[in-house]
């Protein structure tokens, strides 16, 4: 059974910069998609980044744009999520996640595994 376990979150301010970074372990799978989806309390989970592993094309979400990058490295099978001018509403619990079988890839029921999540906190 594989495992992710965040890290590298954070309080950081406005304009600063983070890197969120994803480990898997145990049994890995074979992999269609690596993601990067964040939550507040009492709203949905939001897609963020993805990354296709057949080709390393990458998805964004329209806040995530110009600001963040997804990236992995295959030796250590981790991935991260640089963010870069972070603003407030990036405020959010970040969780990653893998997907076996294609699917839409800003879904989050397209992913079958996640990890617990990793906070993030922007302030003002």
């Known amino acids: 059974q594989v495992q992710l376990v965040e890290s590298g979150g954070g309080v950081v301010q406005t304009g600063d910069s983070l890197r969120l970074s994803c480990a898997a372990s145990g049994y890995w799978f074979s992999t269609y998609l690596l993601g990067w989806f964040r939550q507040n309390p009492g709203k949905e989970r939001d897609f963020v980044a993805a990354?296709?592993?057949?080709?390393?094309?990458?998805y964004y979400s329209d806040s995530a744009k110009g600001r963040f990058t997804i990236s992995r490295d295959n030796a250590r099978s981790t991935w991260n999520l640089q963010m870069e001018n972070l603003k407030p509403e990036d405020t959010a619990v970040y969780y990653c996640?893998?997907?076996?079988?294609?699917?839409?890839?800003?879904?989050?029921?397209?992913?079958?595994?996640w990890g617990q999540g990793t906070q993030v906190t922007v302030s003002s």
């Open positions: 996640t893998a997907a076996q079988f294609g699917g839409d890839w800003d879904s989050p029921h397209t992913y079958d595994t």
């Open positions: 990354l296709r592993t057949a080709d390393d094309t990458t």
